[in-house]
Structures are given as C-alpha cells and as structure tokens.
C-alpha cells in the first residue's frame, strides 16, 4: 500500500469553478503536510503547507482531518493559471523525507 | 542565482553506459536528497544526505550510488544503465532550522534521463 494517495484526475474545469482534490495517507504517526504545484516539464514548488485547525491563502484553502486521515484542498474561483499538477507530501514523526502523492492534475478551461 | 541547480538538464544514452548527474545548493541547507519521478509522475525518494551523511537508502539498486563531497553538494552516479532508469531526477534540499515553511523541499529543475 502506497504512503499517499490521491485521485490522478484530470480534473477540468471551467474558469471561475471551484475545484477539490483529497488525499489519505496510511501512516497514523504521519506529522507534517503539504501541498506542492508542479507545471508541465518543471519542479515540483511548495504551495502551502497544511496546519492542523486548516489554513487558507487567498483563493487555497487546506484542511487536515487526522480521525479519517486525508488532507484537502480547495481551490476558490479557479484561473487559467491554476492549470498544473497537484502533489500531496506527507512526513512521518521523526522521518527526513517526504513521501509524495501521484499528483491530481488540473486544467482550467476559458 | 538558483538556489538549487543541476546537471545535466538532459541525457541521453545508450544501455549499460555509466552517468552522472550532478546537484548543488546554495541555501545553506544540511540536508540534501534524490527522489526519482517516473512516467506516471510518482515522486519516490531515493537517497538523502545530511550533512555529507547519508541517512536514507530506499530501496534503489546498488547500480546508484550517491556522493556527497560536502553539504552544498550531492552527486549521483549510475552505472549499467538500464531501460527502466528513464525518468526525471530530482535534486531537492531543506533546512533544519526552519527556513521557509517548516519541512520545506525546494527542488532542482530535474535532470531527465532517457536510456536508449
């Protein structure tokens, strides 16, 4: 079983739209989360990170729900730009690394 | 300046030749890593560093051997490559001490290897 899952999409949507991607994770010691962006053929870029009472910046908005286990984000009145692949990171108690999702990719239509 | 670079950006090349790619950073960081990212955009860690120390050794053929000279450097080489080798390495770096969000990665532009 994989550390972090998450539904690879696509998601499309149109401009304006208001879009949700989910992703769980096995490890119950699991202790930091984030969200990271990464456009076609470039690195992967922290968007946000994810706090335990759930946290918002501008149009994002992550939450964490430790009882089931996931994280979200929502994504408010989606822009061209927003277009690019979502990645879940997760890091255990005590662990260095990041164990990342498969990414959900999202495209945003005029 | 890129905080974190590497090289080559591409490469291309035959089956059982050896390579190397290369990662720098220049943020001050302690610790540095390898991850990995295959055709279906799964982000897997491969090695990390810290300190010129290595700490993580995921389950990766002894073909890939990492080097680390000093902190704001770490180095892979392959040997024998195989077809399965291709994808996009990613050199990524973070601090102890909490620079940025805690836990931070910031990556290299990755170096994208095709094996023929």
């Known amino acids: 079983r994989k550390e972090v899952e998450q539904d690879p999409g696509p998601f499309n949507v149109p401009e304006g739209a208001t879009v949700a991607f989910n992703c769980t994770y096995s490890n119950s010691a699991s202790q930091s989360f984030f969200w990271y962006r990464q456009d076609c053929r470039k690195e992967p870029k922290l968007l946000m990170s994810?706090?335990?009472s759930g946290n918002e910046d501008g149009r994002f908005t992550a939450q964490l729900n430790r009882a089931s286990q996931y994280i979200s984000l929502l994504i408010r009145d989606s822009k061209l730009s927003d277009s690019a692949t979502y990645l879940c990171?997760?890091?255990?108690?005590?662990?260095?690394?990041?164990?990342f999702g498969t990414g959900t990719r999202l495209t945003v239509i005029p | 300046d890129t905080a974190v670079s590497q090289t080559p950006k591409y490469l291309v090349t035959q089956m059982g030749n050896d390579k190397s790619i290369k990662c720098e950073q220049n943020?001050?960081?302690?610790?540095m890593y390898w991850y990995k990212q295959d055709s279906k955009k799964f982000l897997k860690i491969m090695f990390s560093y810290n300190n010129k120390e290595l700490i993580i050794n995921e389950t990766v053929p002894n073909r890939f051997s990492p080097k680390s000279p000093d902190k704001a450097h770490l180095n892979l080489h392959i040997n024998s490559l195989e077809l399965g080798d291709s994808a996009v390495y990613f050199c990524?770096?973070?601090?102890?001490?909490?620079?940025?969000?805690?836990?931070?990665?910031?990556f290299g532009e990755g170096s994208r290897l095709t094996v023929l």
């Open positions: 994810v706090y335990s």
């Open positions: 943020l001050g960081h302690d610790t």
């Open positions: 990524a770096s973070r601090s102890w001490t909490g620079q940025g969000p805690v836990g931070e990665l910031f």
């Open positions: 990171a997760v890091r255990q108690t005590g662990a260095n690394n990041l164990f």
